[in-house]
């Protein structure tokens, strides 16, 4: 961009301004200054920093610089650009003025204006560029950096083209519409386009935007300009750093002797943070010390200016050996507005030079070890606009400094962490009334705090837009003037002693979340609560609350999402709106109440279109369901309906919820009395599925789990379910849980079992399994069952349960069976055969006490330990057995036998295929020569 002469005219065509004004909207969209909020998203609840006037004049001479850009703010810190233009290396760089690294403004705008032409206009000479200790008047402006050429050539007055564009250009776009339009773009990201900019923006210098190919170390790529990642500056070359703050460098291999080079403060000042911050151990140490932090892009750097205002190093490991160190930080980055060092590992005490940080307007240290008290020295922090100490392990009374803080905006002193958190002590100050840009409050988990909410907060924090005072202790009653927080969004009051009744008439109708759960309020939801008409979230979960829900909750509450009125005393039955309107409820919780009545119906799923989870578990509900019920509730990701006294059949249209991953009817007597329905199968995204304690029976649909391979957990326990186990309950490949107990299930236990890479649990306890434990289920090497190897975040070996006791499993069992699994065998006797004698082809029947309830496979055992043959029964049940009597010939060896006088004698025994019972009956073939 350049400017026009004093007193010259612009003129430009309708061509040129197209071009132009394309090229501005370009500029200003491509290139931004906060280029992220940071390496994790997470609510910027307190707005971007304000900068001062003269760092945002600043961004824009370098953006004027583009396409140099940031790599701009290096050249200028570097002192290179003085050379490039004809000046010795050694000369003070004119250009620095760009980067207004100076500590006084007016002292810098001085010394510029002594080297710029009278015949400039005041306006312009802060944008002019002098050239080798002489004025251009005829391109006076900015000088771009895109090409050495061009810079060659602007200071020898061979180029002359375009300057009416420029003049043009200055016209359309004067430096104040400039500036606010910078504004308004720093304002414009969201918290997660921010992050993604910045990652952007880092990942971008590792890559040779004319090759396209990653940076190697020494890649020439704007070599002489100082920019990019290793490129010109390897931090190899021989240096040292002068008194004053002053780098003295070896410029390049043969050059002679040290030459100075000017760093930025900001630099010496990150550098030595990173030093006594265990810098090399952090998480992310992407180019840090590499050039300028600015030009260079260090990770969780943010600049205006080429200063950097913005320090975002959370999750990053910043240790601090220990303790946290700003002095570095004070003492040189003076244009730093905000800290993020959030869930780092640092702990100690806050350090006193944080308090000289005056110009600190967010600072946010949650999820760390940090001890000790509030100092009464935040009141040096005047300009503080979020401060965020939550999680950590400090103590000791509120102070009463922080009233001080008129544009404190956050105050996050609350939220237990996974460590530690604080324990602050109360009262609340009174001197906080002078908190009056307060928006955003939470002392949440201070069990200490105490007290009943004090009318001055009500009076005083009128801008409060959320109140988080949950688990703090408090008593008393909620006070009827709390309608005077006329800006209030989130109430959230959980977790303390509150009595009396919900004022819902006196809750301001703008409120979006109100949270009173686990307190001891009592009376009911009234239907002034229908005034809430902006609710989104209603939780008054475990209080003494009762009487009947109000019908407004179900309709005439259009924006709520989450109901919760768990644990409570509630009565009647849920209804299905009668408004025209579709509800918006996600997610409705009304588990342990007194609930009653018919309630599920298509139609009460047809109004609510979009709920996921119905938890209405441990109520008196009754009825059964219509066929078309879930037709309508293929969101449904929960359902939870069990304790209560639903009739069977399950429905066919429970297969319609294809979402569906958690599926609780347990404990419904009367629910399974028609079986389980084949449609279930449908519901292939399940992962949790019970039906324990619900009267089905019969056998299991052999297919019923074949589509179903993300199933965790699997409760059939406590009915009167027959057969064997279906073939398709080894689909599941993730199964965890597998219990059966109680049941009438029989057949021999499955080897696939110990085959689940994944499965810690199975119960068959008092069940009909017969036969031998596969040897699989041991290992001799660890005289246990095989333990689980390792899966993602799961350490291998961890301990599987495996629990078959009160089977009637063929004696004898081995002992790791008994001590590991707790199974149990049953003796069995023979009373008498008939006939006692046969050449084979008769039917053979056995007569006893203790053998297994009729199976398929049961049958007759002929021979001896060694030797022998299986037949299946004809007939059998727990007295009586029938087999056909095989040839000797089919006996392992029969052919080669010789009998005795009175025949050949073996023994006959009842068992399966694989196991017999431990003692049998004499029986002779006869005639055998």
Same mark, same amino acid.
């Given at each position: ?40 998203? @997470?609510?910027? /609840? ?14 824009? !001479? ?37 980067? %207004? ?59 002359? !083209?375009?300057?009416?564009? !420029? ?10 519409? &400039?500036?606010?339009? %910078? ?78 080079? +000017? ?29 300028? +932090?600015?030009?260079?892009?260090? $990770? ?29 930080? #004070? ?37 760390? @070890? ?7 020295? *935040? ?53 906080? @009334? ?93 239907? #002034? ?8 979230? /209603? ?17 005439? %509450? ?11 005393? *509630?009565?009647?039955?849920?209804? #299905? ?26 139609? *009460? *799923? ?33 359902? $939870? ?89 080894? &689909? ?28 810690? %649990? ?13 040897? &699989? ?36 069992? +081995? ?6 699994? &707790? ?68 006996? +392992? ?37």
């Amino acid at each position: 961009m350049r400017a026009p002469r004093a007193g010259q005219t612009s003129r430009v065509d309708d061509s040129s301004f197209g071009a132009m004004r394309v090229v501005v909207l370009l500029v200003l969209v491509h290139v931004h200054v906060a280029d992220a909020f940071g390496p994790r998203p @997470r609510p910027r /609840l307190y707005g971007k920093p304000n900068v001062p006037r003269h760092l945002l004049e600043a961004e824009l !001479a370098l953006r004027e610089l583009a396409p140099g850009g940031a790599a701009a703010a290096g050249l200028l810190a570097d002192g290179v650009w003085g050379s490039i233009a004809g000046e010795s290396a050694s000369t003070t760089p004119r250009f620095e003025e760009y980067a %207004l690294r100076g500590d006084s403004r007016d002292a810098r705008e001085r010394t510029f204006r002594s080297d710029v032409s009278n015949s400039v206009s005041a306006q312009d000479e802060e944008y002019t560029v002098e050239m080798n200790g002489e004025i251009d008047g005829g391109i006076a402006g900015i000088v771009p950096a895109d090409s050495l050429d061009s810079m060659r050539a602007s200071r020898t007055g061979q180029s002359r !083209a375009g300057v009416s564009d !420029a003049v043009e250009l200055r016209a359309l776009s004067t430096r104040e519409n &400039a500036l606010a339009a %910078l504004e308004r773009e720093r304002e414009a990201l969201s918290p997660s386009e921010e992050m993604f900019a910045m990652l952007r923006r880092e990942g971008e210098h590792f890559v040779n935007p004319r090759t396209g190919k990653p940076f190697v170390w020494g890649d020439t790529w704007m070599h002489s300009r100082g920019g990019g990642v290793g490129t010109g500056r390897p931090e190899s070359r021989p240096r040292r750093i002068t008194k004053d703050g002053v780098v003295e460098v070896m410029p390049a291999k043969n050059d002679d002797g040290y030459k100075l080079v +000017p760093v930025s403060s900001d630099k010496r000042g990150l550098v030595e943070f990173y030093e006594k911050c265990n810098g090399p151990r952090w998480s992310n140490t992407r180019n840090w010390g590499v050039g300028e +932090p600015c030009a260079n892009a260090w $990770h969780g750097v943010l600049c205006v200016g080429g200063r950097v205002t913005e320090l975002i190093l959370n999750l990053n490991n910043v240790a601090c050996m220990g303790s946290l160190d700003f002095a570095a930080l #004070a003492d040189h980055v003076r244009e730093l507005r905000y800290i993020d060092l959030s869930d780092n590992l640092f702990s100690g005490s806050l350090p006193k030079d944080l308090f000289r940080m005056t110009q600190l307007q967010s600072l946010v240290l949650s999820g760390n @070890r940090i001890t000790g008290t509030l100092s009464e020295d *935040f009141a040096n922090l005047q300009e503080l606009r979020h401060l965020d100490l939550s999680a950590n392990a400090m103590h000791g009374p509120l102070p009463n400094s922080l009233g001080t803080l008129g544009k404190l905006e956050v105050l996050y002193l609350g939220e237990s962490g996974l460590e530690n958190k604080n324990d602050f002590v109360g009262p609340i100050p009174e001197s906080w @009334r002078g908190l009056k840009s307060l928006k955003y409050f939470s002392l949440a988990g201070n069990a200490n705090v105490g007290g009943t909410l004090a009318d001055w907060l009500l009076n005083s924090l009128e801008s409060l837009h959320e109140l988080t005072l949950s688990r703090c202790g408090l008593t008393g009653e909620i006070p009827r003037n709390i309608n005077q927080l006329n800006s209030l969004r989130l109430l959230d009051l959980s977790g303390n002693m509150l009595r009396g009744h919900v004022p819902f008439d006196s809750f301001t109708r703008h409120l979006k979340d109100l949270r009173l759960a686990n307190n001891e309020l009592e009376g009911t939801l009234t239907s #002034a609560i229908g005034n809430l008409r902006e609710i989104e979230r /209603l939780d008054v979960s475990s209080n003494n609350l009762s009487g009947e829900l109000p019908v407004e909750l179900f309709g005439g %509450l259009g924006a709520l999402e989450i109901l919760d009125v768990s644990n409570n005393r *509630f009565t009647g039955t849920l209804q #299905a709106s009668t408004s025209p309107d579709a509800s918006e409820l996600r997610i409705i919780n009304a588990e342990n109440n007194r609930l009653s009545g018919a309630l599920l119906c298509a139609d *009460f *799923f047809r109004h609510a279109p979009h709920l996921r989870f119905l938890k209405l578990s441990n109520n008196e509900i009754s009825g059964s369901f219509a066929d078309d019920t879930f037709e309508a509730a293929g969101e449904l990701v929960e359902l $939870h309906l069990s304790r209560n006294n639903f009739a069977g059949p399950l429905p066919r249209s429970l297969g319609s919820m294809k979402k569906l991953k958690s599926l609780r009817l347990n404990d419904n007597p009367r629910l399974g009395t028609h079986g389980i329905a084949e449609s279930l199968s449908e519901c292939i995204d399940l992962r949790i599925l019970d039906v324990s304690r619900s009267g089905f029976e019969g056998m299991i649909p052999e297919t019923l789990f074949e589509r179903m391979s993300r199933l965790v957990h699997v409760n059939l326990s406590g009915n009167l379910f027959t057969g064997e186990l279906p073939p398709s309950l080894a &689909a599941p490949k993730f199964l965890r849980k597998l219990e059966l107990q109680d049941n009438g299930f029989y057949g021999e236990i499955p080897e696939w079992l110990i085959r689940r890479d994944h499965l810690e %649990l199975v119960d068959f306890t008092r069940n009909s399994f017969t036969g031998a434990l596969p040897s &699989a289920f041991y290992s001799a090497s660890t005289q246990s069952i095989p333990t689980l190897p390792g899966y993602g975040n799961r350490p291998a070996g961890v301990p599987r349960r495996f629990k078959f006791g009160r089977n009637p499993f063929f004696c004898p069992l +081995p002992n790791w069976a008994r001590v590991l699994t &707790a199974a149990t065998c049953r003796e069995a006797t023979i009373v008498s055969i008939e006939p006692t004698t046969s050449k084979g082809g008769d039917v053979l029947t056995i007569v006893g006490s203790g053998f297994h309830r009729a199976q398929i496979n049961v049958g007759c055992m002929f021979g001896n330990e060694v030797e022998r043959v299986f037949v299946r029964s004809m007939r059998s049940n727990d007295t009586h057995v029938s087999c056909v009597v095989p040839s000797l010939h089919s006996l +392992p060896g029969g052919a080669r036998r010789k009998n005795n006088a009175a025949g050949l004698a073996v023994s006959v025994r009842v068992g399966i295929e694989s196991a017999a019972m431990t003692l049998g009956e004499l029986f002779i073939y006869e005639g055998v020569s």
